[in-house]
């Protein structure tokens, strides 16, 4: 019993960067960020706040470049039949409340997972604003591809 639970505990002390790797499996919960500064009016965490209110959802990734914003998340299991509706319900909320914004939405996993990665390049320094910059406009360009 006192094998199983120091294992459990030992195991249970991941870092940050370990959260893009479980980000599929389980509620990551990450932190906005933005790659460089912009005059853009939108705060990140608004943002986050607003889409994590939707019931459907239960995981949200946002990353605010200098002129796009990236919102990713997460849908509950049971709701995945109804991507598309909660896709435009998550869009027109956002371009409701933002009107001057450029807000890419995805659903997809892997566009979550990416947003994750370079949050976790953001936290740790890996990436300077410049070339967080780039590589959000590479998720960007991913995410338009594949609609």
């Given at each position: ?62 990353i605010k470049g200098k002129k796009d914003v ?10 995945r039949f109804r991507m598309k509706a909660i ?61």
């Open positions: 019993m006192i094998l199983a639970t120091l294992a459990g505990t030992a195991c249970g002390n991941r870092d940050e960067a370990n959260n893009s790797r479980l980000a599929l499996m389980k509620t990551t919960n990450p932190d906005p960020v933005h790659t460089v500064d912009s005059n853009s009016k939108v705060s990140e965490q608004e943002v986050k706040e607003d889409i994590a209110s939707f019931k459907e959802i239960y995981d949200v990734a946002v990236l919102v990713a998340y997460k849908v509950r299991h049971l709701q896709e435009k319900k998550v869009t027109t909320r956002l371009e409701k409340k933002y009107p001057d914004a450029n807000f890419t939405v995805s659903s997809d996993y892997k566009i979550f997972l990416e947003a994750t990665r370079l949050r976790d390049g953001l936290k740790k320094g890996t990436y300077t604003g410049n070339e967080a910059e780039k590589r959000l406009q590479k998720i960007i360009k991913l995410q338009k591809e594949k609609t």
